[in-house]
């Protein structure tokens, strides 16, 4: 052997004998076998944490990293009195590299019987043979003796010296050999051997067993909400938390407008001017973007923040649900965001509408700005600015509330071809109907 050779070993072979596990077979199953980290383990009371890991017949993918790998290696808190685990750190294998490590804060779970924790528990919860310091001492004392072998087969080196090679060395006896405790044969595992079978797919995943969250799997993306299927508005609340409003909320939009009381409300200051836009097909509705345009309504003013459309109206009146609705969305300075609802019946070709819709987007969340094409927003109001008014909410998530809404009386034309078009993108973009409770609602007389 040569010098460089043996320099390396010197280097190499204490610090691995010192820092390494002694890995104890657990169990062995079809596609897997389980390992405990003898030395690991530390005690107190009815309280143990060790690690232990999974080992692969083959590899698996890593649906976080898209890396592969072999070994699962796992810190797990096992609670003996209780029958509890709670996982702390995961850390996935390749060989000897780190594919990755995720430290946890779970919760303590009840290890089931016939599990793989439940086996593991077994193994760390019975009264130990040898003291944890006891098997460090004698892993410690490998590699001293280790130590000792490479340091004089360094000094024969050096002197020219023929020497035996490691192995023979220990044979012989005639160095201070390797007299390894039984357990530590487990340092160095053989390479698992494969098996036609593939590892047992998690019964649990994300949970605090660290024993059973092996999966090939892609997680499933998030639910986008939508108007149907499982994103639909009876599953807002529920896709995510920011969304509660959506199912307990007392103030929800849209709502049956009838019953209101009839006053003269204040009539709405319009100031609307020509103004480039640009439009969007946003996976839910079709939005369009202006310049600055506002309106003032007590003394408050609100600026024009995008207009979408419904199909069918969402809103309904006294019991009429119109063909379609545009929703002229505004926020004040304070934050207060206000609604303006122009409704559309079957009739007429709407100009405004047609140049909107000739410049609709070939692709959703592709905008188009068409470049020296001006609308004024006053033509697509109708003639008598006369409205309803009730205090309501976003009719999308998240479904936020305190929303001024100013649903215009006086409905506006739009032709059934112009309907069609929208449909054809948009069958039934409408929140169903939320109960009044109660509310206000004023109509202009």
């Known amino acids: 052997m040569s010098l460089p050779a043996l320099l390396a070993l010197a280097l190499v072979l204490p610090l691995t004998a010192a820092a390494a596990p002694v890995w104890q077979n657990v169990s062995t199953e079809p596609g897997k076998r389980i390992e405990l980290d003898r030395t690991s383990i530390k005690r107190q009371g009815s309280t143990v944490e060790t690690v232990s890991r999974m080992v692969l017949d083959r590899e698996l993918v890593d649906h976080q990293s898209g890396a592969s790998y072999q070994i ?92 035996k090679s490691p192995a023979a060395s ?40 660290m024993l059973e ?69 946003s996976g839910h509705s079709v939005d369009v973007f202006f310049g600055d345009n506002r309106f003032t309504l007590t003394g408050k003013t609100y600026a024009l923040e995008q207009i979408h459309f419904h199909h069918p109206a969402e809103e309904i009146v006294e019991g009429r649900r119109y063909d379609m609705s545009a929703h002229l969305l505004h926020r004040a300075d304070d934050g207060q965001l206000a609604v303006i609802a122009v409704l559309f019946e079957r009739g007429a070709e709407n100009a405004f509408i047609q140049t909107l819709w000739n410049y609709l987007p070939l692709e959703k969340h592709l905008g188009v700005e068409p470049p020296g094409v001006t609308l004024n927003l006053d033509a697509l109001l109708p003639a008598s600015r006369n409205y309803y008014a009730y205090m309501g909410s976003l009719t999308t998530p998240p479904c936020s509330e305190g929303v001024l809404w100013l649903v215009l009386k006086q409905p506006v034309a739009i032709s059934a071809e112009q309907i069609e078009i929208f449909a054809r993108l948009y069958q039934n973009n409408a929140r169903p109907l939320q109960a009044t409770a109660g509310r206000l609602i004023k109509e202009g007389r």
């Open 72 to 163: 699962i290696e796992v810190t797990t808190r096992y609670d003996c009195a209780a029958r509890n685990a709670n996982t702390l750190k995961r850390t996935f294998w390749k060989g000897d590299s780190v594919v990755r490590e995720e430290t946890l804060s779970g919760v303590d779970l009840p290890v089931r019987g016939g599990t793989l924790d439940d086996k593991v528990l077994r193994e760390v919860c019975r009264p130990p043979k040898d003291s944890q310091a006891g098997l460090v001492a004698k892993a410690n004392e490998a590699a001293g003796q280790l130590r000792e072998a490479n340091e004089a087969l360094l000094k024969k080196e050096r002197t020219a010296t023929p020497v």
């Open 170 to 209: 220990v044979a012989s006896g005639s160095d201070a050999a390797v007299k390894s405790p039984p357990s530590a044969v487990l340092v160095a595992p053989s390479p698992p051997k494969p098996r036609s079978h593939a590892a047992t797919p998690a019964k649990k995943a994300g949970g605090g067993y």
């Open 213 to 281: 969250v092996v999966h090939n799997e892609k997680p499933k993306p998030p639910v986008e909400w939508s108007y149907e299927g499982p994103g639909g508005p009876e599953n807002w609340a529920r896709l995510d938390p920011r969304n509660a409003l959506c199912g307990s909320g007392q103030r929800q939009s849209p709502i049956d407008i009838r019953d209101g009381i009839k006053v003269d409300v204040e009539p709405l200051h319009f100031n609307y001017q020509p103004s480039g836009f640009r439009i969007i097909d």
